[in-house]
């Protein structure tokens, strides 16, 4: 019995691992290490994980109930009849407007959400363009590049700040 156990413990615990760690570094090595993204040779951040922007110059990605620490990641557990998600929810539509996209009102379930639909970055397009003293055509051109059903904020951000 103890044999056995040894051995699942080695089987389990060493090889298994190993041979998944190696093969993640030879097939899928950027995702294996955490997708960093790099500007001017500095990790800045996680393409998977979403950032912490306020300034009225970037984009905002959605509201993070853990305040985008990934590692306690998770929702606020609060339910539709809680007093505190009617608060959070009020104070965002205050801040963001009565017609803003939900998911710019409400956080997401991980709370480290990186994408935003292209509705939700069409909502803040004006906003970002009057505070950096863009066009709002400058900035849709960037979007150009990025198309897709759901941009990542982090990208988007840094494209506009090389801009600068």
């Known amino acids: 019995m103890i044999r056995l156990f040894l051995w699942l413990v080695f089987l389990t615990g060493i090889v298994y691992p190993l041979i998944v ?3 993640t570094q030879l097939f899928v090595p950027e995702q294996a290490n955490g997708s960093f993204i ?3 040779g500095v990790k ?12 009225e110059i970037y984009f905002w990605p959605r509201p993070s ?4 620490n990934p590692l306690p990641s998770g929702g606020s557990n609060l339910g539709p009849t809680s007093y505190e998600l009617k608060k959070k929810v009020e104070e965002r539509k205050k801040r963001m407007g009565d017609n803003a996209p939900l998911e710019l009102i ?3 379930a991980s709370g480290l959400d990186p994408h935003l639909s292209r509705e939700a970055i069409d909502f803040q397009i004006d906003r970002v363009a009057k505070a950096r003293g863009l066009d709002r055509n400058d900035i849709l051109k960037i979007l150009e590049k990025l198309d897709g059903p759901l941009i990542n904020v982090l990208q988007l951000n840094l494209i506009l700040d090389e801009k600068r």
């Open 44 to 55: 800045i951040g996680s393409s998977l994980i979403a950032q912490k922007f306020d300034k």
């Open 21 to 23: 760690t190696v093969l």
């Open 38 to 40: 790099v500007s001017k």
């Open 65 to 68: 109930a853990v305040d985008f």
């Open 106 to 108: 409400y956080a997401s």
